[in-house]
């Protein structure tokens, strides 16, 4: 929207709301591909960083649209929306899917070209974080769920927050969401780091 960057402002200004924006492409039928959607994207991210408020980003595209998803949306914003908001974090949310579940092929390519940057140690990615929120489910194959605990370790245990997701509708009660995540083949270890993850911007 026009007014979407003085928004951003009023809010950096509005000690309730500084702390960082929560950004929905699927939603705002955001599309990475299309210059002019990218162009003002590059601008939220930059002003974002410069009133130093974090991102927590939904970057599935929209699914009921069919819109394209996968590994050329992931390079674009590898290429050009971290590299607009250097200094605070960025948070991939739903491990780049949405949920409940994680059996979405297009996501599953949107993620990996993310975690396969951060275990490169890929610089633009110093700031990204990921969350599992309604990714692990019992609705996920075997192989969903080995893919997706092998994107964990990819992204960083340091780097990946839990969480549950609202429990409204199909989304798994905060009890079942925790039993689903702690099924994954993950070391305990690993879990319990999770676990205690804190988002920067809650510290």
């Known amino acids: 929207k026009d007014y979407a960057l003085a928004e951003i402002s009023r809010c950096a200004a509005d000690p309730q709301l500084k702390l960082g924006l929560k950004l929905h492409f699927g939603n705002s039928r955001v599309q990475l591909e299309k210059p002019e959607h990218l162009a003002r994207l590059v601008e939220v991210f930059a002003l974002a960083n410069r009133h130093r408020m974090a991102l927590a980003v939904h970057t599935r595209a929209s699914i009921s649209q069919q819109h394209p998803y996968g590994a050329a949306q992931a390079r674009l914003f590898i290429d050009k929306l971290l590299p607009a908001a ?3 974090p960025v948070q991939v949310a739903h491990m780049g899917g949405s949920g409940p579940g994680f059996e ?3 996501a599953h390519a949107f993620i ?3 975690t396969q940057a951060r275990a490169a140690g890929d610089r633009r990615t ?3 974080w990921f969350d599992v929120a309604s990714t692990a489910h019992p609705s996920n194959s075997p192989g969903t769920s080995r893919l ?3 994107l964990v370790r990819e ?3 340091d780097r990946v927050l839990y969480g549950s997701d609202s429990a409204l509708g199909e989304n798994l009660r905060p ?3 925790w039993a689903a995540f702690t099924a994954l083949p993950l070391e305990q270890d690993e879990i319990r780091r999770i676990g205690r993850n804190v988002a920067p911007y809650l510290r």
């Open 86 to 88: 250097p200094n605070v």
């Open 104 to 106: 979405d092929a297009p």
């Open 112 to 114: 990996r070209v993310l």
């Open 126 to 128: 110093r700031n990204l």
């Open 148 to 150: 997706l605990a092998l």
């Open 155 to 157: 992204a960083g245990i």
């Open 175 to 177: 009890r079942e969401a």
